[in-house]
């Protein structure tokens, strides 16, 4: 039996042969993708401010820019390799999803505690860890790359 124009079957166990992802993958992206989107207003918004408004001190304005935009960069990256099924998406979002945990606790207690940030900090990342380790998730996000490791 051969598929159309006359070449092979595809094996249905290839992912590559159904365009069809789980619902629950789709999930996942589109929560990193919000979380990546979000980051990237914040930057935004650091920008912003750091060049209009003059800041105590800005050095600490500046590092915390820059720690932003690194984490913006990190997190778009996540979404980029979840869509392309990367295998060492798992890893990085869960230590993201940590992150933004510890992030979520830190404002639920304290002088500035401020609940409703903290469970939309908590929330999501929990969500997104669950999602990260659901087995028809782990299949999609199992590519490996083929070439060797480099050595230097």
């Not at 365009?19 to 996942?28: S, V």
């Amino acid at each position: 039996m051969t598929g159309q124009h006359g070449e092979p079957p595809v094996a249905a166990t290839d992912r590559s042969a159904s365009g069809r992802r789980p619902a629950l993958y789709w999930l996942l992206v589109l929560l990193l993708a919000a979380e990546a989107t979000l980051l990237a207003v914040a930057t935004a918004y650091l920008l912003v401010e750091i060049l209009t408004v003059r800041p105590d001190s800005y050095a600490s304005a500046a590092a915390i820019l820059v720690l932003t935009l690194i984490a913006t960069v990190w997190l778009g990256a996540i979404v980029v390799g979840a869509l392309r099924g990367r295998g060492w998406i798992r890893g990085a979002a869960i230590v993201w999803q940590v992150l933004q945990i510890a992030v979520g606790v830190g404002s639920l207690q304290g002088t500035f505690a401020n609940p409703s940030v903290g469970l939309w900090l908590i929330v999501p990342a929990v969500l997104v860890v669950v999602l990260l380790l659901v087995p028809s998730v782990v299949a999609v996000t199992s590519a490996r790359d083929d070439a060797p490791p480099r050595t230097y």
